[in-house]
């Protein structure tokens, strides 16, 4: 069965600094890989998905991240944080041809200090 | 841009009581979806909906649960008797096709729901 594991429950940067939020997934073909950020009091967001277009995906507000097959991983960065960047941050994976559901990590919550 | 809008957005109920979530999904869209998010917990899949019919389900969503597309727009999640580890956020969602296929699934900003 697929799943994803997001290391770090809570990572805390400075402003300006690199943002770097973990995900790997086990998955026994390369699956779809979204990110969705869920700022307080707030639904889930879309920032990105891997749809095998391209390794190197593109988001909103800044975000990235890059799917590595050799290294099962899709972990999402941003250059410079900024403080509203502050939300958590939450992995998901659709395996192909899988059926309809997305199965979500336990979530990193993202602490951004002056 | 085009919205899941999700009602009531708080919900107190009695353990033993029924309770009914209410969603209206993106207007062209054609799979829907409940997902909850306990307090401190991850976000997980109860069931997706498809063509009048359930075509999937976790084992989470048990006879307790129903769901229900009573007209062209609205979206309903049934608990047919709470109980308290019922509490939750509840997550609306919809989509054009299946994530498996890539597609994207948008969320509501969910219902949240405290059994006292």
């Known amino acids: 069965a697929q799943s994803v594991t997001q290391l770090g429950s809570h990572v805390s940067v400075s402003e300006g600094a690199l943002v770097l939020l973990r995900c790997n997934y086990s998955?026994?073909?390369?699956?779809?890989l979204f990110w969705y950020v869920q700022y307080p009091n707030q639904g889930l967001q879309l920032l990105l998905k891997y749809t095998s277009a391209a390794t190197l995906v593109k988001g909103i507000n800044g975000f990235e991240a890059e799917f590595k097959k050799s290294e099962t991983s899709f972990h999402l960065t941003k250059p410079s944080a900024h403080m509203s960047d502050a939300a958590e941050y939450f992995c998901?994976?659709?395996?192909?041809?899988?059926?309809?559901?997305?199965?979500f990590g336990t979530g990193t919550q993202l602490k951004v200090e002056l | 841009e085009p919205e899941v809008t999700q009602t009531p957005s708080h919900q107190v109920t009695q353990m033993g009581q029924e309770v009914i979530l209410r969603c209206v999904p993106i207007s062209n869209h054609l799979y829907f979806y409940w997902y909850r998010q306990i307090l401190g917990q991850k976000v997980e899949f109860l069931v997706s909906?498809?063509?009048?019919?359930?075509?999937?389900k976790s084992e989470i969503f048990d006879d307790q649960f129903s769901v229900e597309r009573p007209d062209g727009s609205n979206f309903t999640l049934k608990i047919r008797s709470t109980k308290l580890e019922d509490s939750a956020m509840y997550f609306c969602a919809s989509s054009e096709g299946q994530p498996s296929s890539g597609n994207t699934i948008y969320f509501g900003e969910g219902s949240w729901l405290t059994v006292v």
């Open positions: 909906f498809y063509n009048n019919e359930i075509s999937e």
């Open positions: 998901a994976v659709s395996e192909k041809g899988g059926g309809n559901k997305l199965t």
């Open positions: 998955s026994s073909v390369p699956p779809y």
